[in-house]
């Protein structure tokens, strides 16, 4: 399976917002449901997909990290470091 970090075609998946990579996976399952694209270009588009996947995965795990090291601390919020 290619990787969004090796495969030189999805280079710019690595600096995009979750919203924009989200907006496109969006779009590329919306076009694939279709069923309307030649074979090869169905590949691509999941390929593709796939990276927009990871990328959002990874995304939302960062974020994740984020908000759990907030913690309640008496009566106020304060951050504590990730490990």
Same mark, same amino acid.
């Given at each position: 399976?290619?990787?969004? =970090? ?16 989200? *907006? ?13 694209? =030649?074979?090869?270009? $169905? ?14 995965? $990874? =995304? ?8 759990? *090291? ?14």
């Amino acid at each position: 399976m290619s990787d969004s =970090k090796t495969e030189p075609a999805f280079a710019d998946v690595a600096g995009m917002s979750f919203e924009d990579a989200l *907006a496109e996976l969006e779009r590329i399952v919306r076009n694939l449901e279709g069923g309307q694209q =030649k074979l090869e270009d $169905a590949i691509t588009c999941y390929e593709r997909g796939a990276a927009l996947r990871r990328h959002c995965e $990874a =995304k939302l795990q960062e974020v994740e990290g984020r908000v759990a *090291a907030i913690v309640e601390a008496g009566g106020t919020l304060s951050l504590r470091t990730l490990d």
